[in-house]
């Protein structure tokens, strides 16, 4: 069985990974996203695959973060460790069907129809991309504001990793959440300056933790001022009966 430092430094690097792809894909995204003639245009499709692939990636590293830090943190609080593991994998399967939703685009770029008009392939096409924006919004923003609050309050709880970093998880999940709320309801767009302002704390807590697992691994017993957390089982057989 893979030991704790092996399994931090795999969360680390796959932390790591889901930054680089979903800031990669987003840039590769670009044209298909912001330009309604696309589809019915002419030019390689090439970094829209690009981006697919990369996003599939992104989707593949974000389960990989909930399994290898679930044999850990379930130590300290196995229904709340089911939780995190359970909507991180939502949140993977949200931003898989925004992919799904742009190869889509491209099928229809590269053999439309008999017969569609370019305007009828424009209004599928921004339909299709509307698609992909609102899994943008559901899943690296509400899903991710949840699943980040309850890893963040596991890893607080139990001293697993130092307290700030916790923190850090614990105030930017609601925010992200908060803020996807805003957006839902028109304040503010999610590509935003209030948009990106309220991402900061959520960037900060996983590149901290990515760093931190890898570097250090999770904190122990032995480090000071570190106490175990009781694991939920434990904490209800210590519960007197009635």
């Known amino acids: 069985m893979a030991t704790p430092r092996r399994l931090a430094v795999a969360a680390g690097v796959c932390y790591l990974v889901t930054h680089v792809t979903s800031i990669a894909a987003l840039a590769l995204y670009g044209p298909v996203l912001t330009d309604p003639g696309w589809i019915t245009g002419a030019g390689p499709d090439t970094p829209i695959l690009l981006g697919a692939l990369l996003e599939v990636l992104l989707a593949i590293a974000i389960i990989g973060t909930a399994c290898t830090l679930f044999p850990v943190v379930s130590r300290h609080g196995r229904a709340s460790a089911a939780g995190y593991l359970g909507l991180r994998t939502l949140e993977a399967a949200v931003i898989t069907v925004g992919v799904v939703s742009l190869l889509a685009v491209t099928t229809l770029r590269r053999q439309p129809p008999a017969g569609a008009d370019d305007g009828a392939l424009r209004t599928v096409g921004r339909a299709l991309v509307a698609v992909h924006d609102w899994t943008f919004l559901l899943g690296p923003d509400f899903v991710l504001g949840a699943n980040t609050f309850v890893l963040a309050w596991i ?7 130092p307290r700030f970093i916790a923190v850090l998880g614990m105030v930017g999940g609601p925010l992200v959440f908060a803020s996807a709320v805003a957006v839902l309801f028109g304040c503010y767009g999610q590509l935003s300056v209030w948009g990106a302002l309220s991402a900061v704390p959520v960037f900060a807590w996983e590149l901290a933790l990515a760093f931190r697992l890898i570097v250090r691994g999770f904190s122990t017993p032995a480090d000071p001022g570190v106490a ?5 089982a434990d904490a209800a057989a210590a519960v007197p009966a009635g």
């Open 155 to 161: 890893l607080y709880r139990s001293r697993l990793v």
């Open 228 to 232: 175990p957390a009781p694991d939920d």
